[in-house]
């Protein structure tokens, strides 16, 4: 069973601090693998992708990747309360394959 | 920026009836998905559909489901005799832009909402 453990949170960061978001997976097989963000209610939305190890960023976000330690992170600088949601972490075995979603971490900006 | 649509946002049915989800994927993506998740727990695949025809399937899309995708545009899902544990967000999803060789990541629509009673 090919899973994506992520802690459910919630974590609680003050505003303008960095947040750090964890997943590890389980099947060494994934290609790729994503972050998503999801609001209350809402559908998921695509925030990062990476597929090589080490780090990639795009603005106030920075993921990163070890393959030999089956983990995948999310950093996000200078957070903002508008960055309080649910984050999902997921991984995918094949290009345009199905993704398989943790069950996200509920991360909390304290203004 | 082009977006995945789904319709209708919420659809309230009572069990045994049959329902039909909307989605109309972005224009020149070849891959779809639908995913669903239930109040509080996690995203799951339900089905992938490429070049007209279901390429993968999970336990959860049993007989009582069914996808088409009549036209060109429009990618629907069926679920013949709703259970009430079919209660969920349904969301549809594309990917695979034509003619690229870069990382197709999936983009999500809103969502529709499936009451079952």
């Known amino acids: 069973q090919k899973e994506v453990e992520q802690n459910s949170g919630p974590l609680s960061v003050p505003e303008g601090a960095i947040a750090s978001l964890n997943c590890t997976y389980s099947d060494r097989g994934s290609q790729s693998f994503f972050w998503y963000r999801q609001y209350s209610g809402k559908s998921p939305e695509l925030i990062m992708f990476i597929y090589s190890n080490g780090d990639k960023e795009d603005g106030r976000f920075t993921a990163q990747l070890n393959k030999a330690s089956q983990y995948v992170s999310l950093l996000i600088r200078d957070s903002q309360p508008s960055d309080s949601a649910t984050y999902l972490c997921?991984?995918?075995?094949?290009?345009?394959?199905?993704?398989?979603f943790g069950k996200g971490t509920r991360l909390h900006i304290l203004p | 920026e082009p977006e995945v649509t789904q319709t209708p946002s919420h659809q309230v049915t009572q069990m045994g009836q049959e329902v039909i989800l909307r989605c109309v994927p972005i224009?020149?993506?070849?891959?779809f998905y639908w995913y669903r998740q239930i109040l509080g727990q996690k995203v799951e695949f339900l089905v992938s559909?490429?070049?007209?025809?279901?390429?993968?399937k999970s336990e959860i899309f049993d007989d009582q489901f069914s996808v088409e995708r009549p036209d060109g545009s429009n990618f629907t899902l069926k679920i013949r005799s709703t259970k009430l544990e079919d209660s969920a967000m349904y969301f549809c999803a594309s990917s695979g832009r034509a003619g690229t060789g870069v990382m197709n990541e999936q983009f999500f629509g809103p969502g529709t909402r499936l009451t079952v009673l």
């Open positions: 997921a991984a995918e075995m094949n290009r345009d394959d199905k993704i398989i």
């Open positions: 559909f490429y070049n007209n025809e279901i390429s993968e």
């Open positions: 224009s020149n993506h070849l891959y």
